[in-house]
């Protein structure tokens, strides 16, 4: 058959069409929106900038900044494909210096959604307002001239239903917006950043000279005492921000920020370079936090390698991976050099800087990093080393709870089985004989055990009573946090847990399980957010509790590091042993190392002597 009677199978798409394709791989959800809004208004100079969402941004999306404006001329021309005023050839793309600059943003956005701007440049006498309904009908009136840009986002995939299908629920996709605002707000330290949602303030960053001061209105002071610096350089890269200190990691790897020339990013090799350089110092099952920032080059980085612009490419990844790699183990050796001798790692006193931990962590005290539990005046009493003794008078009380009915003995039972304790080492392993055997104990991690089997036991009955608070303390946390943590209020309460909003994203902590002694609330808190985001993932009931009472009895259990009298190691042992001694902790730890008369008897050959 002659290939000129054949139909036709292949056509060109409608522009409509093209646009909403083009669309779906700028503008994923509506924070893709506000990151796209918020990196036009920092490219144009804004030093105040205000997102104000509703519903989650499903309902509008404004960003109004106080930026250099658009001029008349050149704002319909704005909403067309591929119009940038950041590029005028392929040879500017090896050397990206702004945020935007493929030209996509705008007219995805409009193909997309119901978009109004109003506009003015400082020069003009009268603004300019454009209307346009899926990325049609741009006609311009005149507006107030108000230096700046306000963007409306109204409707968004009105005309996309397939696409607005698929959206999370009005929390999540706010909490996403959330995070976009936080990471640009860490990245510009300079800019006033303003968030709202339905009216209500949720975020407030007001301009900052140090990085440090942003990552404190970001993360809170809990997050910033937990950190030691990063710093480091070398040709045409330097690394410079914070990360947790290894005593302080956790199992979750929130945050791990990486920004490269202020644009935040995933790249797997810094990722990797920063794990490698904590090495040993990483508990086991723990990861890395931090805030970090590179510089590079511009000609050393291709930016044009995602449509969203997430990741990057590097010209040079060994020196980089190195770079990262070096800083990381060179501030972890001063770190640890700090925590041993309260010096430097040029053994002087240590300075301040721009990263530097507040007065409180500089100070190396033991009790600093592991805080004491109250301990009743009787155990206080029967010490056999008073030396050795931590003095009630040195307990940090700053961050911890304070009881309303506080029990006035760590340790206070009856009827010992056969123990005999003969002391510590360390301050962290118990050393007794039980029975016939010879064990080294694991203070905290038995202690934990033994906590954990009571909570278990009295969820199991649905009998864990609350011990209420002398002073509830409020905790900062971000949108997102406090979000997923109110929603689990009830299920928190059913373990014994009593939390209460206070504030916008604070919460209180009013109560926890009878037992738990002393914890620290913020760390509790960010801990339970650790087990509270896998629960949509669990469907078994008892897979989500387990983690959450694992985490109660960790920090209510005593620490590594606090001293023990004879009396309360023996009750600490004879508690584990009516547990069962299980020889793990709730977290897979181990709790006791056990010699038995046979095991010792060989060690030392006095098997087969007469």
């Keep these: 058959m002659p290939a000129a009677s054949c139909s036709a199978k292949i056509h060109v798409l409608p522009d409509d069409v093209v646009s909403r394709i083009a669309a779906g791989e700028v503008v994923e959800r509506p924070a893709a929106v506000v990151k796209e809004l918020l990196e036009n208004s920092l490219d144009a100079g804004g030093l105040h900038i205000t997102i104000d969402v509703k519903d989650g941004g499903m309902a509008l ?72 309904v899926a990325g049609a009908g741009r006609t311009i009136v005149d507006a107030p001239a108000v230096p700046g840009t306000r963007i409306e986002v109204s409707n968004l995939f009105f005309n996309q239903p397939a696409r607005k299908k698929f959206l999370k629920s009005t929390t999540t996709e706010f909490s996403h917006i959330s995070h976009v605002v936080q990471l640009a707000g860490l990245a510009w330290p300079s800019v006033h950043f303003r968030l709202t949602h339905n009216g209500q303030e949720i975020l407030n960053y007001p301009a900052v000279t140090a990085m440090r001061d942003r990552i404190l209105q970001v993360y809170g002071p809990v997050f910033l005492d937990r950190t030691i610096e990063v710093r480091g350089r070398a040709a045409g890269l330097s690394i410079r921000g914070v990360m947790v200190d290894p005593i302080h990691a956790r199992s979750s790897r929130t945050p791990q920020e990486l920004f490269v020339n202020r644009r935040p990013i995933r790249n797997a090799t810094v990722f990797h370079a920063v794990t490698d350089g904590y090495g040993s110092f990483l508990p086991k099952g723990h990861h890395p936090t931090f805030v970090l920032f590179l510089d590079i080059e511009p000609d050393r980085l291709d930016v044009n390698v995602h449509p969203t612009k997430k990741e990057v490419r590097f010209a040079e990844t060994e020196a980089l991976h190195q770079l990262v790699r070096h800083s990381v183990r060179h501030a972890l050796a001063g770190s640890e050099r700090r925590v041993v001798l309260g010096l430097t790692p040029e053994g002087q006193p240590q300075t301040t800087s721009e990263f530097a931990p507040t007065a409180e962590r500089q100070s190396g005290s033991f009790r600093d990093v592991y805080p004491a539990a109250s301990i009743s005046a009787r155990m206080q009493n029967s010490r056999t080393d008073a030396s050795d003794a931590e003095p009630l008078s040195g307990i940090v009380e700053g961050s911890q709870l304070a009881f309303a009915h506080e029990a006035a003995a760590a340790y206070q039972r009856a009827e010992k089985p056969d123990i005999l304790p003969f002391g510590q080492i360390l301050r962290t ?66 373990l014994g847990l009593l939390i209460e909003p206070f504030g916008a994203t604070a919460v209180a902590i009013r109560g926890v399980p009878v037992g738990l002694g002393k914890v620290d609330a913020s760390v509790l808190v960010q801990d339970l957010l650790d087990d509270l985001t896998e629960w949509d993932s669990t469907s078994s009931l008892e897979m989500r509790v387990q983690p959450v009472l694992a985490s109660l009895a960790c920090h209510g259990a005593v620490r590594a590091g606090r001293t023990l009298a004879l009396p309360e190691i023996q009750q600490l042992i004879h508690d584990w042993v009516q547990e069962g001694l299980i020889m793990t902790c709730p977290h897979g730890r181990r709790t006791a190392f056990r010699l038995s008369t046979d095991e010792l008897a060989k060690l030392f050959g006095r098997v087969g002597w007469a």
Excluded: C, N
Excluded at 109 to 123: C, G, M, N, P
């Design 429 to 494: 392993y118990l050393v007794a004989q039980v029975g016939e055997e010879l064990q080294v104990i694991d203070q905290h991690t038995a202690h934990e055990r033994v906590l954990f089997q009571r909570l278990w036991r009295g969820w199991q009955s649905r009998e864990i009573p609350s011990q209420p608070l002398l002073i509830p303390e409020p905790i900062e946390l971000s949108a997102a946090q406090s979000t997923l943590l109110l929603k689990r209020l009830d299920d928190l309460e059913k």
């Design 61 to 132: 999306i404004r960003v109004t900044d106080d930026g250099e404006g658009i001029s008349p001329a050149d704002l319909p021309r704005a909403f067309e494909r591929h119009a940038t005023s950041k590029l005028r050839s392929d040879r500017d793309l090896a050397s990206v210096t702004t945020m935007g600059f493929r030209g996509e943003a705008l007219p995805s956005i409009a193909s997309v959604s119901h978009v109004l701007v109003t506009t003015a440049t400082r020069q003009d006498t009268v603004g300019s307002e454009l209307t346009l």
